[in-house]
């Protein structure tokens, strides 16, 4: 099994309804992170967790919130999709501490268009 | 606010030649640098970390260097194969955790 795994891995939907993407690891980490890539534009922070009750707004959060209801489990929550939120959007998790490097692991990824 | 640019942002090279991606941060108070690989429409494959205590790390084909003071790293392909084309990105976490990448190398190897 994936060390961090990612639901959906596509979706197409229509703007203006809701939808939430998944993500869960086994790693064992606190720190978690909501990543979107855009052609020409790489990868941006959406929302980043250091623990359950720890939660941050990254450079594009407006659009979007999350949930973190354990702290294997990270999900992100588009409340009203817009056609601009087409994107690849990726889920990581890393551990900092003695025994942790910092290395940052990532899932596989969800596709989501929205028309 | 750190700031990662990567230069070249395409290479195209024949295979067998070595190669330098460079990567470039405005911030020199990091925690760590990482390299990554990227295949078409995949998620992303951690290649090397290097601390921010750390001079280089090498893995196989693949060697990193960082100098902090400077705020650059680098990563060094020996002996290029077409498997690695692909898109490499290297990102730099500050010590509070927050992670900034670059827009990456797409690189291309041709036999």
């Known amino acids: 099994d994936a060390d961090v795994t990612q639901t959906p891995r596509n979706r197409i939907t229509k703007t203006g309804k809701r939808i939430m993407l998944e993500c869960s690891q086994t790693?064992?980490?606190?720190?978690m992170y909501w990543y979107r890539q855009d052609p020409g534009l790489g990868l941006r922070l959406i929302y980043y967790?250091?623990?359950?009750?720890?939660?941050n707004k990254g450079e594009i959060s407006d659009g979007y919130s999350v949930s973190r209801q354990a702290q294997a489990k990270f999900s992100l929550s588009l409340e009203s999709a817009i056609p601009n939120q087409t994107a690849l959007y990726f889920c990581?998790?890393?551990?900092?501490?003695?025994?942790?490097?910092?290395?940052?692991?990532f899932g596989e990824g969800s596709r989501l268009t929205v028309l | 606010k750190q700031e990662v640019t990567q230069i070249p942002a395409a290479l195209s090279v024949p295979e067998g030649e070595n190669l330098v991606l460079n990567c470039s941060f405005t911030?020199?108070?990091?925690?760590?640098l990482q390299w990554f690989r990227q295949d078409p429409g995949k998620g992303l494959t951690s290649l090397l970390l290097?601390?921010?205590?750390?001079r280089e790390q090498t893995s196989g084909r693949l060697n990193a260097s960082l100098d902090k003071s400077s705020g650059r790293s680098t990563l060094y392909i020996a002996a290029s194969q077409p498997g690695d084309s692909a898109t490499y990105l290297c990102?730099?976490?500050?010590?509070?955790?927050?992670?900034?990448f670059g827009q990456g190398t797409i690189l291309t190897v041709h036999p």
């Open positions: 990581a998790t890393s551990g900092i501490g003695e025994e942790d490097t910092g290395e940052l692991f």
């Open positions: 790693k064992g980490h606190d720190r």
């Open positions: 967790s250091f623990d359950v009750k720890d939660i």
């Open positions: 911030d020199s108070a990091i925690y760590n």
């Open positions: 290097i601390q921010s205590s750390q």
């Open positions: 990102a730099v976490m500050t010590s509070y955790g927050k992670l900034t």
